[in-house]
């Protein structure tokens, strides 16, 4: 299966140039290896508004299937990606979160301070993802075999989960 994915880092340094972005590349890797297709890419600063724009653009205009943001969702001040997420999913999808918070728990205690979410908006599966590519890499890890199945139940080409 082919599907079409987003990826929208959230970082003010990687927005200015400051900080390469190694997540946004760890997330184009992994998910190549399950038939995604990065079609958009996009940088943008830790700002509520650019975020949720972004993201309602890549449902809504581009048609991506599954969106992946990486950074913003720590506790930091500047860290608003979850709460931009929600501000523009009609869904939430909260058993992506709780599993790669699970598996996060296995390697750090400090993955119960990760505040990410997960939604749907229109036909377009959303998550949030931490910032550093480690985690990134274990967290997606924990999602990648079930996103295939998802995405198509999403878009109505599956509807079994129970076997």
Do not use: W
Not at 112 to 131: D, E, K, Y
Request: aromatic content about 2%; proline content about 6%.
């Amino acid at each position: 299966m082919s599907f079409k994915v987003g990826i929208i880092t959230a970082s003010d340094k990687g927005y200015a140039g400051e900080r390469l972005d190694e997540s946004g590349n760890v997330i184009a890797q992994m998910i190549a290896g399950i038939g995604g297709k990065v079609v958009i890419y996009k940088i943008v600063p830790d700002e509520k508004r650019e975020i949720s724009e972004t993201i309602i653009d890549m449902s809504d205009n581009v048609g991506v299937d599954l969106i992946l943001t990486t950074g913003g969702t720590g506790f930091s001040p500047r860290d608003i990606t979850p709460e931009a997420t929600l501000a523009v999913i009609d869904r939430l999808v909260p058993g992506i979160p709780e599993a790669m918070r699970q598996k996060s728990l296995e390697i750090t205690p400090k993955a119960m301070l990760s505040r990410a979410v997960a939604g749907i908006r229109n036909s377009a599966l959303i998550i949030n993802l931490p910032g550093s590519p480690k985690a990134v890499a274990e967290c997606l890890e924990v999602v990648l075999p079930v996103l295939p199945h998802g995405i198509q139940i999403l878009k109505g080409q599956a509807g079994e989960c129970a076997r």
